[in-house]
């Protein structure tokens, strides 16, 4: 049996919080039916949120489906998953690391750039 979870409804139409993808998994993990997630009426998720999703939609791929995500919304999460295929680079690991004894050595540095 598919089970809809209305994500307006249970969180509303602008989402901007990683903990409310929580909602979302404590709904699918209390039982083991396949879920669609209706996201209709939803104008606005967080990157976070989409971020939270994306794992939360990973996890349980076989039991899951997204309808009526559009816009901003479908935008997002697309964005979210084209981050996660690509490599992530780290660009502080080939930074210097600077130690300073005060401010005014730092400042100094800091007017040099």
Same mark, same amino acid.
């Not at 139409?13 to 404590?26: E, F, G, K, M, T």
């Given at each position: 049996?598919?089970?809809?979870?209305?994500?307006?409804?249970?969180? *509303?139409?602008?989402?901007? $919080? =990683?903990?409310? @993808? !929580?909602?979302?998994?404590?709904?699918?993990? &209390?039982?083991? #039916?396949?879920?669609?997630?209706?996201?209709? *009426?939803?104008?606005?998720? $967080? =990157?976070?949120? @989409? !971020?939270?999703?994306?794992?939360?939609?990973? &996890?349980?791929? #076989?039991?899951?489906?997204?309808?009526?995500?559009?816009?901003?919304?479908? $935008?997002?999460?697309?964005?979210?998953?084209?981050?996660?295929?690509?490599?992530?680079?780290?660009?502080?690991?080939?930074?210097?690391?600077?130690?300073?004894?005060?401010?005014?050595?730092?400042?100094?540095?800091?007017?040099?750039?």
């Amino acid at each position: 049996m598919r089970k809809t979870i209305k994500i307006e409804e249970l969180i *509303g139409q602008d989402i901007r $919080s =990683r903990q409310n @993808a !929580d909602l979302i998994r404590n709904r699918i993990n &209390e039982c083991d #039916d396949f879920f669609e997630l209706d996201f209709k *009426g939803v104008s606005f998720i $967080s =990157r976070s949120f @989409a !971020d939270e999703l994306y794992t939360i939609t990973r &996890e349980n791929e #076989d039991r899951i489906t997204l309808k009526n995500m559009v816009g901003i919304v479908d $935008s997002m999460l697309r964005v979210v998953q084209q981050s996660r295929i690509k490599k992530r680079i780290r660009k502080a690991d080939n930074a210097d690391i600077k130690e300073f004894n005060d401010i005014e050595s730092l400042s100094a540095f800091l007017t040099t750039m």
